[in-house]
Antibody, heavy 113, light 112 residues
Framework: EVQLLESGGGFVQPGGSLRLSCAAS????????MSWVRQAPGKGPEWVSL???????QYADSVKGRFAISRDDSRNTLYLQMNSLRVDDTAVYYC???????WGQGTLVTVSS | DVVMTQSPLSLPVTVGQPASISCRSS???????????LNWFHQRPGQSPRRLIY???NRDSGVPDRFSGSGSGTDFTLKISRVEAEDVGVYYC?????????FGQGTKVEIK
């Protein structure tokens, strides 16, 4: 059974940093593309960052230069380092496998002063 | 960026009746490999999105066969043959042909 378990969300002031983690199990993590998708309160989902199965990385323009996606295949874990956080980064952040076939339960990030 | 436009944005339905949601993309979603990268998701209140359909018409594992996807190029449709109460929530189309992958605005389905 595929499982994606996010952690690391919380409350942070504008300009602060957070590191999200996603522990994956139930599939071959090392050969899978993995993403972070966020959903602001009352809004639709937004694809934030993608770590392709060819090891290339993509970022939404809204987070480019501030967020960094990485992975540790030995630990089956995906990360999202979020720096210079802004109020409009407030959202539930989901860990997502491939082109959306499996999603985690999400972790809430709240950026507020 | 590819813009995904859904209609309607709100869809009141009667249990047992069919329902249909349209999705249009601002450019063709046919990739160089010949596949069309259009997906449909369903999100119930308080839950994570769940993918129902990938590559236009392929149902994900465990998705009831009352859900079907069709279309080509830039015009796509999700159909529910007979709506059940558990089908309420928001439906999103999404493309993954090039970056950034984007979603439609969502269609909220509710029971009349």
């Amino acid at each position: 059974e595929v499982q994606l378990l996010e952690s690391g969300g919380g409350f942070v002031q504008p300009g602060g940093s957070l590191r999200l983690s996603c522990a994956a199990s139930g599939f071959t993590f090392s050969t899978s593309g993995m993403s972070w998708v966020r959903q602001a309160p009352g809004k639709g989902p937004e694809w934030v960052s993608l770590f392709h199965d060819d090891n290339t990385r993509q970022y939404a323009d809204s987070v480019k230069g501030r967020f960094a996606i990485s992975r540790d295949d030995s630990r089956n874990t995906l990360y999202l380092q979020m720096n210079s956080l802004r109020v409009d980064d407030t959202a539930v952040y989901y860990c997502v496998k491939d082109r959306g076939d499996f999603w985690g339960q999400g972790t809430l990030v709240t950026v507020s002063s | 960026d590819v813009v995904m436009t859904q209609s309607p944005l709100s869809l009141p339905v009667t249990v047992g009746q069919p329902a249909s949601i349209s999705c249009r993309s601002s450019q063709s979603l046919v990739y160089t490999d010949g596949d069309t990268y259009l997906n449909w998701f369903h999100q119930r209140p308080g839950q994570s999105p769940r993918r129902l359909i990938y590559k236009v018409s392929n149902r994900d594992s465990g998705v009831p066969d009352r859900f079907s996807g069709s279309g080509s190029g830039t015009d796509f449709t999700l159909k529910i043959s007979r709506v059940e109460a558990e089908d309420v929530g928001v439906y999103y189309c999404m493309h993954s042909i090039n970056w950034p992958w984007t979603f439609g605005q969502g269609t909220k389905v509710e029971i009349k």
